[in-house]
């Protein structure tokens, strides 16, 4: 079982030191409504998202939104940072990262800008969270320490230990549990300092976390008994509740039901506890679980049923969270002699295990592409070591050539034996030169092969993750799982046969786009099983070859846009035609994909921003600075273009 603290207490972490006292919600609607000045009537309504952050989501995007919109209408940089600060983290809960995002971005720009160090440790640390929230913990964790730095240089020890205690949830959930320990012991040591009985209680219960992630209970406890005594001393009731329900999770895990039911039922007593949708689902499962281990199969039974007609949490968890009632359930009906249902529960349990394991595979795709990129640079990198050396090499060569003559104009005047000795030293060297220059060519083909193996083992590597991915595809029943299995298959694929043609090529530094851009078609062609009878496939594709840094994201591009097109453009119709065409003007470069297909529909441009097809392509396109059109009246024609594009070079060039 997770322990519920990560996942409920630290989600407002990053946020509870930004406001130094929180105003009632009435003084703030009568600032928001009734101020004197736009300005207080912004502050209102921004305080007012961010009061609603753990109360009502939706309700809180919506003043963020009319903060936004009186913001807009009477400009002021710092204020409509604030804004944008809290109104991301309320997309963020309503899991609209992509919005969340941008406007994070915006915020971060305004604090640079204005040299506000405050403003901009808070908006890095709730990109943090956008991140943490969407299970990218690599990226929480890089934005955490940006967030660390920028604290630090400001001096405000309570946000440096917020940062600290983040960073320590984070190596806790990536089960790096050393480094957990140590940054959780650093904001241990300034809430120690502070004296303040909130952040003692939050910062116990996480070093709980870590002991109970590793199911060693009785350390866990033990910092759970230290939060408990300072949650009673705390004014939040949650820390006091939240440590009640670790601890019986604890002896869940020890097999000590009867104690595990003594901290859950101080929990049930609690008024409107079922009010609160994830603690309660939480609550049952705990429940369920010590009853089931006490062999009371009805009672388990009835808790867990319980628990599955409860509304969507809100921390998204609902998959997970189901997993363990159908679970418990499969278990309480296999021991009740309920074979038939023991088998529903069981299929329903393996059925939400899939599509949890599916969700951890795609975000080890995303690990692996950044992996994948950074190993590429450190390659590059030794290769470029490797031709400084050679110019190093070159460069002494041509130093001995001037010392030789220099050597020779004097010994001139010594006569013909100087000059006799000159000419054997000047055998000597040209011999030593002749070595030196078959080392040079010697290590330009080594360096040939080895880019030409790199090309080789990356191309082979992508073609394994490509079946890795079609093989888990084969085990997953979730219709958007599969789905998504099936378009990183088709990206993977994608990068895959760009290294084929670099391999197959030999030209080391780029391929020729007509030959890629129709193996590419062709490839996509296969696996959405399009019958060249029923789609005409028109290409105009110039002669050009593209470096790699240019060929991967228009490789990724193009696959996306050709799949749109496969899979939308042609839905009840049944024959049409696309057209996919690359041509050179001026110093520009013109991608443009085009089909007769039903068009885009009014409104359905703006429903694709969240996608990750759109994400991707609006990530490469900012990284090869183009510009998109759009055009959906008869069928859909997207025009790429791409400004000062580098056509292939050398690598050492």
């Known amino acids: 079982m997770k322990s519920f603290a990560a996942l409920v207490a630290s989600l407002f972490i990053c946020i509870i030191h930004v406001f130094g006292q929180i105003h009632s919600l009435d003084s703030l609607e009568e600032m928001a409504y009734k101020g004197t000045t736009n300005s207080i009537r912004i502050e209102g309504l921004y305080k007012l998202c961010f009061s609603y952050l753990s109360i009502d989501p939706k309700k809180a995007v919506l003043y963020g939104e009319e903060a936004l919109l009186l913001c807009n209408k009477f400009p002021n940089e710092l204020l409509q940072a604030k804004v944008f600060n809290n109104l991301a983290q309320a997309y963020d809960l309503q899991h609209e990262f992509y919005k969340s995002r941008a406007l994070l971005h915006k915020a971060i720009y305004i604090n640079v800008k204005h040299n506000d160090q405050v403003g901009l440790g808070n908006a890095q640390n709730n990109m943090a969270l956008s991140y943490y929230l969407e299970g990218l913990f690599d990226s929480a964790l890089f934005w955490h320490f940006r967030a660390l730095e920028t604290r630090t240089k400001i001096g405000n020890p309570l946000q440096v230990a917020d940062s600290y205690n983040n960073i320590g949830i984070l190596y806790s959930l990536t089960k790096n549990y050393s480094n957990s320990i140590y940054y959780l012991k650093e904001a241990l040591n300034i809430y120690t300092a502070k004296k303040d009985t909130n952040d003692l209680a939050n910062i116990y219960s996480n070093m709980a976390d870590v002991y109970q992630r590793q199911e060693k209970y009785d350390s866990a406890i033990y910092f759970l008994n230290k939060s408990i005594f300072y949650s009673e001393k705390a004014s939040s009731p949650n820390l006091i509740r939240n440590a009640y329900l670790n601890m019986g999770f604890c002896y869940n895990g020890k097999n000590e039901y009867n104690l595990a039911l003594s901290y859950f039922n101080k929990i049930s007593i609690t008024p409107n506890i079922e009010k609160d949708v994830t603690v309660y689902s939480y609550l049952l499962v705990g429940l369920a679980e010590a009853y089931l281990g006490k062999k009371e199969y009805k009672v388990a039974i009835q808790h867990a049923r319980?628990?599955?007609?409860?509304?969507?949490?809100?921390?998204?968890?609902?998959?997970?969270?189901?997993?363990?009632?159908?679970?418990?359930?499969?278990?309480?009906?296999?021991?009740?002699?309920?074979?038939?249902?023991?088998?529903?529960?069981?299929?329903?349990?393996?059925?939400?295990?899939?599509?949890?394991?599916?969700?951890?595979?795609?975000?080890?795709?995303?690990?692996?592409?950044?992996?994948?990129?950074?190993?590429?640079?450190?390659?590059?990198?030794?290769?470029?070591?490797?031709?400084?050396?050679?110019?190093?090499?070159?460069?002494?060569?041509?130093?001995?050539?001037?010392?030789?003559?220099?050597?020779?104009?004097?010994?001139?005047?010594?006569?013909?034996?100087?000059?006799?000795?000159?000419?054997?030293?000047?055998?000597?060297?040209?011999?030593?030169?002749?070595?030196?220059?078959?080392?040079?060519?010697?290590?330009?083909?080594?360096?040939?092969?080895?880019?030409?193996?790199?090309?080789?083992?990356?191309?082979?590597?992508?073609?394994?993750?490509?079946?890795?991915?079609?093989?888990?595809?084969?085990?997953?029943?979730?219709?958007?799982?599969?789905?998504?299995?099936?378009?990183?298959?088709?990206?993977?694929?994608?990068?895959?046969?760009?290294?084929?043609?670099?391999?197959?090529?030999?030209?080391?530094?780029?391929?020729?786009?007509?030959?890629?851009?129709?193996?590419l078609?062709?490839?996509?062609?296969?696996?959405?099983?399009?019958?060249?009878?029923?789609?005409?496939?028109?290409?105009?594709?110039?002669?050009?070859?593209?470096?790699?840094?240019?060929?991967?994201?228009?490789?990724?591009?193009?696959?996306?846009?050709?799949?749109?097109?496969?899979?939308?453009?042609?839905?009840?119709?049944?024959?049409?035609?696309?057209?996919?065409?690359?041509?050179?003007?001026?110093?520009?470069?013109?991608?443009?994909?085009?089909?007769?297909?039903?068009?885009?529909?009014?409104?359905?441009?703006?429903?694709?921003?969240?996608?990750?097809?759109?994400?991707?392509?609006?990530?490469?396109?900012?990284?090869?600075?183009?510009?998109?059109?759009?055009?959906?009246?008869?069928?859909?024609?997207?025009?790429?273009?791409?400004?000062?594009?580098?056509?292939?070079?050398?690598?050492?060039?």
């Open 306 to 519: 319980q628990g599955l007609q409860l509304p969507s949490v809100g921390d998204n968890n609902r998959i997970e969270i189901n997993s363990y009632f159908y679970k418990i359930l499969s278990e309480a009906y296999e021991c009740s002699g309920d074979s038939g249902k023991a088998l529903h529960y069981y299929k329903a349990y393996k059925e939400a295990a899939d599509s949890l394991k599916a969700e951890e595979n795609i975000r080890n795709l995303n690990d692996l592409s950044a992996k994948y990129e950074s190993k590429q640079k450190d390659q590059q990198i030794e290769i470029l070591n490797k031709d400084n050396k050679l110019k190093s090499l070159a460069l002494k060569d041509k130093k001995n050539i001037i010392i030789f003559y220099s050597i020779g104009l004097i010994s001139l005047v010594f006569g013909l034996g100087s000059i006799l000795l000159l000419y054997f030293n000047k055998e000597k060297l040209n011999h030593e030169l002749a070595q030196k220059n078959r080392i040079i060519s010697q290590s330009l083909a080594d360096k040939d092969i080895l880019l030409k193996e790199i090309h080789h083992r990356v191309k082979n590597n992508l073609q394994v993750i490509s079946s890795l991915l079609n093989l888990q595809s084969k085990t997953i029943q979730d219709e958007k799982a599969l789905l998504a299995i099936k378009e990183a298959r088709d990206r993977v694929k994608a990068m895959a046969l760009i290294h084929q043609n670099l391999y197959v090529e030999g030209t080391m530094a780029g391929i020729d786009m007509r030959d890629y851009i129709e193996k």
């Open 521 to 653: 078609i062709n490839s996509l062609f296969s696996s959405y099983q399009i019958n060249d009878a029923n789609v005409q496939l028109l290409m105009e594709i110039d002669p050009i070859q593209l470096e790699i840094d240019h060929l991967i994201p228009l490789g990724l591009i193009l696959n996306e846009l050709i799949s749109n097109a496969l899979k939308y453009a042609f839905e009840g119709k049944n024959a049409g035609k696309l057209q996919v065409s690359l041509h050179t003007w001026q110093d520009k470069l013109i991608l443009q994909v085009k089909d007769d297909g039903i068009g885009i529909a009014p409104g359905a441009e703006a429903k694709s921003l969240n996608t990750m097809g759109y994400q991707l392509i609006d990530s490469f396109m900012k990284k090869l600075k183009a510009e998109l059109y759009i055009d959906g009246t008869n069928g859909t024609t997207i025009t790429l273009i791409i400004p000062s594009y580098q056509q292939k070079t050398a690598v050492y060039e």
